[in-house]
């Protein structure tokens, strides 16, 4: 059974910074695509940034370019979201998200597993 579980999330100020990780576990050689979403109340999800389990390619929504790096440790089955200047907007619920199959990576109907969330609240 796949497991994903998030952690890193908490209070900022405007202008800070923030380091999400996802903990992966379970059949985790398989896994192709990792990705962020986040969703504000009364908003859709939306995606942060994708990133490739077998050559770490990266891929961002044009919005999410700049601010927001994604990254993995294979060794630790890690994935991470860097989050820099961060925004009131920017407070959200954070989740993780995990593939074996392709297509757009944008879309939340595309990867199989979840993780729980890690809440974000970025304060001005």
């Known amino acids: 059974q796949v497991q994903l579980v998030e952690s890193g999330g908490g209070s900022v100020q405007a202008g800070g910074s923030l380091r999400l990780s996802c903990a992966v576990s379970g059949w985790t050689y398989w896994r192709i695509y990792t990705a962020w979403f986040r969703q504000a109340p009364g908003k859709e999800r939306e995606c942060v940034a994708s990133?490739?389990?077998?050559?770490?390619?990266?891929y961002y929504p044009d919005s999410m370019k700049g601010r927001f790096t994604i990254s993995q440790d294979n060794v630790k089955d890690t994935v991470y979201l860097q989050m820099d200047s961060l925004k009131p907007e920017d407070t959200a619920m954070y989740y993780c998200?995990?593939?074996?199959?392709?297509?757009?990576?944008?879309?939340?109907?595309?990867?199989?597993?979840w993780g729980q969330g890690t809440q974000v609240t970025v304060s001005s």
């Open positions: 998200a995990a593939t074996r199959d392709g297509g757009n990576l944008f879309l939340q109907s595309t990867y199989t597993y």
């Open positions: 990133i490739s389990g077998f050559g770490g390619n990266t």
